[in-house]
């Protein structure tokens, strides 16, 4: 079964940039030519998604890169989903495998984060994906199962839902899936919604890919047919390699 949604490729900045930085990277994005037919959203950190939404072309949607499992309060350093959908964000990003192992967040709370952004009005891009270790335990398939059935056991629907396979031995490291490995899982995971949500579901949801993605590689990725897009770390912080990767588009488009 391949995937009916539209390309989708997303831009986490992580804990990266300053004010300078920023505002040369949204000037560069707002000079980009961008393919039509493919929905972006870019992940600043939280201190600069007011200057990013009031300054980018509305053609780039904006994410938060985390939100509070629940209704705000006296949660010290916590932001809100309420919050983020009061400044103007249209995303979140949850379950990113750096709060996964770095920070301790575990599957149900990554679920209920999930269903609390789309409760209030957030769109979600699901992180999911597997350690070094476990790959080669051959368990690939377990763990990205296991971490999808927790969103699937707290979420009200897919509907606003972009799951990102990202193979955390492949983040920031230099090494990528290669196109087979990542269509072989992209393939697992679209196989799983439609056995354990709905083929609809599994048709409808977009499943893009994260791992060391750039501008030289973006092209053959995109050409694998479960393949719906991309979430880029570092190449996002480059205006004209970050259009590059959104303009890998056209790799899936028949040719002429």
């Known amino acids: 079964m391949t995937g009916t949604g539209k390309f989708f490729v997303g831009g986490n900045w992580k804990a990266n940039g300053n004010k300078e930085s920023v505002k040369k990277l949204v000037q560069e994005l707002n000079d980009a030519k961008l393919e039509d037919d493919v ?31 629940g209704k ?40 209920k984060k999930a269903a609390y952004a789309l409760n209030n009005g957030l769109k ?6 597997e350690l070094l270790e476990e790959r080669e335990a051959g368990k690939t398939t377990e763990v990205c199962f296991g971490q999808l059935k927790a969103y699937a056991d707290a979420v009200p629907s897919w509907k606003d839902i972009v ?22 899982v992209h393939a697992e995971i679209r196989k799983w919604l439609a056995d354990n949500v709905s083929a609809e579901t599994a048709s409808e949801t977009r499943i893009i890919y994260g791992g060391s993605v750039n501008a030289a590689n973006s092209a053959e990725l995109a050409k694998q047919e479960d393949i719906d897009g991309f979430l880029v770390g570092g190449a996002s912080l ?19």
Not at 79 to 104: C, F, P, T, Y
Not at 124 to 129: E, L, M, N, P
Not at 238 to 256: E, H, L
Request: proline share 5%.
């Open 39 to 69: 929905d972006v959203v870019v992940a600043p950190p939280y201190i600069y998604l007011d200057y990013v939404l009031n300054n980018l072309n509305k053609r780039v949607e904006v994410s938060a890169q985390n939100s509070w499992v």
């Open 72 to 111: 705000g309060g006296a949660f010290t350093g916590e932001i809100s989903a309420e919050q983020l959908k009061d400044l103007g964000a249209q995303w979140v990003i949850l379950g990113h495998s750096e709060r996964r192992h770095i920070l301790g967040e575990t599957n149900e709370t990554i679920g």
């Open 124 to 129: 979600v891009i699901a992180c999911i994906g």
């Open 163 to 184: 799951i990102a396979y990202e193979p955390v031995w492949a983040i920031g490291t230099g090494k990528v899936a290669t196109p087979q490995q990542a269509q072989e």
């Open 238 to 256: 480059k205006g004209p390699d970050f259009a590059t990767i959104i303009n890998s588009v056209r790799s899936k488009k028949p040719a002429a």
